[in-house]
């Protein structure tokens, strides 16, 4: 049913992480006419190498919390897409589990958040109703982009290989909190999505780690007085 909301919209590359056999009878039965979108899909064994040639990646998510935070609508996400989005750039939208969506782990691999606003008394959609309103919006935004900015972002893979630096180079001065060093780094990595930093401020942002791992070589991970 997904194929489906994709194909209507006029989507079709599909990337399936961990999942069940999409060949199963029911699968093939529901995708009707959009059951070549399905057997075309990409598999992946995680989320992180689904996503890690992505520039701009979209979390969804229908709750709120400490990690939950600048959460867009389908219609700011559709518009970002058309001011940052250009020939080269790939982006991805990125949809959980249909019982409990995605991880806070999972969320924390994505450079924005999304949610569909809904009422308070059953804000729960299906799966295949998300998708086909965040492609509708996609799809309403394609008709008047004025393709976009010549801007070069970092991809997922660049950007998680600037945050284990970062994360290793924290821990070695003693900066992140060996009982929860990920509580920090979620934070971290909210200023560096939000910065929208490109290869080139990313290879900076890594040579300067570099010259920290440098000079706090003989550091012993204690503080002085």
């Known amino acids: ?38 057997e075309s899909a990409q598999l992946f064994p995680d989320l992180l190498s689904a996503i890690e040639d ?71 959609l299906n799966l295949a109703q998300s998708v086909l309103l965040f492609c509708y919006e996609l799809g309403k935004a394609a008709e008047t982009a004025g393709g976009g900015r010549p801007l ?11 945050f284990a630096h970062l994360d290793g180079t924290l821990n070695k001065i003693g900066f992140l909190n060996d009982q929860n060093p990920a509580h920090i780094m979620r934070s971290l990595r909210r200023i560096f999505f939000r910065a929208n930093l490109d290869n080139r401020e990313v290879t900076v942002l890594r040579g300067m780690l570099t010259q920290i791992d440098w000079a706090s070589s003989a550091f012993d991970g204690r503080k002085r007085s």
Request: glycine share 6%.
């Open 1 to 38: 049913m997904a194929c489906r909301a994709m194909k209507n919209m006029g989507l079709t590359r599909l990337r399936i992480v961990n999942g069940c056999d999409r060949f199963h009878p029911e699968s093939l039965k529901f995708a009707v006419a959009a059951r070549d979108l399905l």
């Open 54 to 124: 992505c520039t701009l990646t979209v979390g969804t998510t229908r709750r709120h919390g400490k990690y939950r935070q600048e959460i867009l609508s389908p219609p700011e996400v559709a518009g970002r897409f058309r001011e940052l989005v250009t020939f080269d750039c790939r982006a991805a939208l990125v949809f959980g589990r249909e019982d409990n969506g995605l991880t806070t782990e999972e969320l924390s691999l994505c450079r924005w958040h999304a949610t569909i606003p809904t009422s308070h008394e059953y804000g729960s």
């Open 152 to 162: 070069e972002l970092a991809t997922s893979c660049e950007m998680e290989a600037l």
